[in-house]
């Protein structure tokens, strides 16, 4: 109930970004009519659209792009006739005469307009809307898919929907009112029509030219995000009390775990007695790889004294859901005790997680004492263990109290720790940012992209044959680039590809040379042979205020690219 709340004041909150911007001018374009039969057909039109298309990119996947794209440019037609209808209304009555003697539901510029004209702009808004939320939308959609079931997802869409409905409901409201008054008062009826059909045809330019999501995206993430998890620490405060209380939860059992690997099933029963450390993690996920190191070397140091280490993986890209996938990067990672795979996000929900990685810590009567999210706090978090395995009666004596020393290498090694370092960044068009390239990041089709002649700050670009959907982007044509310039010692890439495919970087328009990383040699040369994240670089002489421009060819196609991480 608590995500359904925030999940609607979210989209309440969609109004404050600036990603809300193209979808005004249609909603506004009602405002001098009837609220009852003009403004709330125009709101349900486009929250049950958008709800729907939304809920069939949970449902169908990648797919459902192509054919989103496809409605995206009927609305775009559909809505420049209905600007131009309000610039020339002369126009208006010859173009949609037929239309209006089929069914009278468009184009009647009288005051016998019916509700259902009203309906039918919010339905082609309503497509308009879902690519135009950018991050928001993505945070919704990741939400949505972590819950149970389809019937979940829908509930939190719709809750979505609701809540911009309604802050859009207040403005259209105000709104109307306030066009009355100019109408009243200074008859300006024609003008106020013909400035909202120019408002409209203004934002079908906008968005036609893809700056509804690459300007105005990047101008909405950090507003709202910032107010969603001030809302979401003020309304659901138990997410986070165990972790700076110390307030005792009762651990939930691990019923919605698909498979088992490591270990047979284990329930709640069975732990009661032991102290239990279950760590929320997924193998593409490089601050839980940096953890990994402290995680095994308590359950090897402790294991005797009672501890049971559970790694839950919680997948975060399709790939990762495949057991064997899941089954090798075990075996890579030397990973021993017993992992739950939790591909419905089941046992996610069920701890009320919200991060990657994430470490509860739970005591021998089966209460999660404490909650750590992220790197960090290691020597605290191996004395917390310490203080759960001296409570009540201990099974043997507790080994010497010097903390495990990290054991990372290579891709585990720690963060340098730099804040200045560039950011996750996703590939995917569901939640890509900072993109640069020509054209703009188009949906699910195969485009030629061109790089611009210089980047700036983490931004990146593709060069060559692409196709974005979703998660990621799929080079569809040997020679394929992706540039990056970037702040960090490392550089990540999580790469895939249903054959072994060769690939060169190269660094400032060098070879790497020294700094190569461990999945990378020193003429820069490496190979795509496995879904799963690549350390591409790692300077050996970092400046962390340094700027860097990263770039990967790939030697042959069908190569999947989904997110940049620094360290």
């Known amino acids: 109930m608590i995500l359904i709340l925030l999940t609607y004041l979210a989209g309440a909150l969609t109004i404050l970004s600036p990603c809300i911007l193209p979808v005004l001018p249609f909603v506004f374009s009602r405002a001098e009519r009837s609220f009852v039969r003009h403004g709330i057909p125009l709101l349900v039109g486009m929250a049950l659209t958008f709800s729907l298309f939304s809920a069939l990119a949970i449902a169908g996947g990648d797919w459902v792009s192509a054919a989103s794209g496809t409605a995206r440019m009927a ?36 005051n016998q307009e019916k509700s259902s004209t009203s309906f039918l702009v919010g339905v082609s808004t309503g497509l308009l809307w879902a690519p135009c939320a950018g991050p928001i939308l993505g945070l919704v959609l990741t939400g949505a898919a972590t819950q149970k ?29 306030f066009l009355g008054l100019l109408k009243k008062f200074l008859g300006v009826d024609r003008l106020v029509k013909r400035v909202m059909g120019v408002a409209v045809l203004a934002g079908v330019a906008v968005i036609s030219l893809g700056l509804d999501r690459s300007v105005l995206v990047k101008l909405s993430q950090l507003q709202t995000a910032l107010i969603e998890t001030k809302l979401s620490d003020f309304l659901a405060p138990e997410l986070r009390m165990a972790e700076k209380s110390g307030a005792a939860l009762e651990m939930p059992d691990f019923d919605g775990a698909t498979t088992w690997l490591n270990s047979p099933a284990l329930k709640k029963a069975d732990l009661l007695g032991k102290v239990v450390l279950v760590d929320f993690w997924t193998y593409s996920c490089i601050n839980c790889l940096r953890t990994l190191p402290h995680v095994t070397g308590w359950a090897e140091k402790y294991k005797t004294a009672g501890l049971v280490v559970i790694g839950v993986h919680t997948p975060e890209f399709a790939f990762e859901k495949k057991t064997e996938n899941v089954r090798d990067a075990l075996e890579e990672l030397s990973i021993k005790y017993p992992v739950a795979l939790d591909n419905n996000y089941s046992v996610w929900n069920a701890f009320k997680n919200r991060y990657w990685p994430s470490h509860h810590f739970v005591d021998r009567k089966g209460l999660v004492r404490r909650v750590h999210y992220g790197e960090g706090d290691y020597e605290a978090s ?21 903390p495990t020393p990290s054991r990372g290498q290579g891709i585990q090694a720690p963060s340098s720790g730099s804040r200045q370092k560039s950011p996750e960044t996703y590939l995917g068009f569901a939640r890509a940012l900072n993109f640069a390239g ?21 931004q990146w670009s593709l060069e060559g044959t692409w196709e974005a959907t979703q998660q990621r982007v799929i080079s569809r044509a040997k020679g394929g680039k992706i540039r990056f310039r970037f702040r960090g010692r490392d550089l990540h890439l999580v790469l895939g590809s249903p ?51 990263f770039e990967i060819e790939f030697l042959g196609p069908q190569v999947e690219a989904y997110a940049f991480t620094f360290g």
């Open 382 to 402: 191996e004395n917390f263990i310490r203080e759960l395995l001296a409570e009540g009666d201990a099974i043997s004596p507790l080994p010497p109290a010097n």
């Open 499 to 549: 054959h072994k495919v060769p690939f060169r970087v190269r660094i400032d328009g060098r070879p790497l040379g020294s700094d190569h990383g461990t999945d990378t040699g020193t003429d820069g040369l490496g190979e795509v042979n496995e879904h799963r994240l690549y350390q591409l670089i790692r300077l050996k002489d970092h400046n962390p205020s340094d700027e860097h421009e």
């Open 438 to 458: 020509q054209p703009a990041l188009t949906p699910s089709q195969v485009t030629n992209y061109i790089t611009p002649s210089a980047l700036k700050l983490n």
């Open 149 to 177: 079931n389809f019937a979940s997802s829908i509930s939190l869409l719709a809750s979505y929907s609701l809540g911009a409905a309604s802050s859009l409901a207040l403005a259209l409201f105000a709104g109307g009112r």
């Open 75 to 110: 609305a775009l037609v559909l809505l420049s006739l209905f600007g131009l209808s309000l610039v020339f209304p002369h126009l208006a009555e010859k173009v949609f005469a037929p239309l209006a003697a089929l069914g009278g539901k468009l184009g009647r510029r009288s």
